[in-house]
């Protein structure tokens, strides 16, 4: 694969992946709400880091593991993302929504975004099905431009998008006061609660029996 097409490759997936309504993207949402863009940036940086793991594991173990192991992530991914949606929808709006930026710490929402992507079975599937066979046949063939081509694509982009956004949020986030930051606690709340329901049911329908 060429480099600009390896680079075309991952800026497409990574857009994708950066724009597309999931778990990760409802808790760049949350932190930049509750503590302003540096939050929702820290959330958006896990990704990479997260990765790192799910790579390992999946080029080491995950082969070898048994069928139940992504049925179970997406079980308790399920129930963390619920939690985080439940805790939103108990925020209370506060007086003075500059003053709360500080009480959301960036080691706190980075966290937050690891564990969201971990316990998220998604990304091994797409490490799986679709970057991993890309990046090892460069591999193979020793064409290094092109796997840092798409690295740099995929996780320019994915990590950039949500950037973007947390920034934008953030943006409008002075003009929420009272009723419209409640509102958008609860939208975000809510849409948590449904990756959080599609995580968990996906989870379970894979462990019962057929």
């Given at each position: ?44 940086l896990a990704p990479p ?145 449904v990756f959080g329901a ?13």
């Open positions: 694969m060429f480099v600009w097409q390896a680079l075309g490759v991952g800026v497409g997936l990574g857009l994708g992946a950066g724009i597309t309504p999931g778990p990760l993207l409802g808790l760049v949402l949350r932190e930049t709400l509750r503590g302003g863009w540096r939050a929702g940036m820290c959330v958006a880091v997260a990765d790192l793991f799910v790579i390992l594991l999946c080029v080491l173990v995950l082969t070898r593991l048994p069928a139940f192991f992504l049925p179970t992530l997406g079980v308790l991914g399920g129930l963390y993302v619920l939690f985080l949606g439940w805790e939103t929808l108990r925020d209370t709006p506060p007086a003075d929504i500059q003053a709360t930026e500080e009480a959301v710490g960036a080691t706190s929402s980075f966290l937050k975004g690891l564990l969201v992507n971990l316990f998220n079975p998604h990304p091994y599937l797409f490490w799986i099905t679709v970057a991993g066979p890309l990046l090892t046949e460069s591999y193979r063939q020793r064409q290094w431009a092109s796997v840092a081509a798409f690295l740099c694509g995929f996780y320019g982009c994915l990590v950039g998008a949500k950037v973007l956004l947390a920034v934008l949020v953030h943006s409008g986030r002075v003009y929420l006061q009272g009723w419209g930051y409640r509102v958008a606690l609860r939208v975000t709340g809510c849409g948590l609660l599609v995580l968990l049911w996906g989870g379970v329908r894979s462990l019962l029996p057929a």
